[in-house]
């Protein structure tokens, strides 16, 4: 019985692992998907236009 008891801990976190990367799968795309795109979208537009109002405007020309 003592192999029952070294296997049992691999299997459990094995079944949570399988789990874990059907619900990371199951999560993409679909009307999550529009939703994180504009959240990524916005974030980038601000980074940008953070980026163009601190850079310099003629630095040397």
Known sequence: MDYVSALVP????????IGLIVTIVKSQGGA???????????ALARVE???Q?????DAGA
Do not use: I, W
Request: aromatic residues 8%; charged residues 25%; without cysteine.
């Open 10 to 17: 691999p299997v459990v976190m094995a079944v949570f692992f």
């Open 32 to 42: 999550n998907k529009a939703k994180e795109d504009g959240v990524v979208d916005a």
């Open 49 to 51: 236009a953070a980026r």
């Open 53 to 57: 109002a601190s850079a310099p405007k």
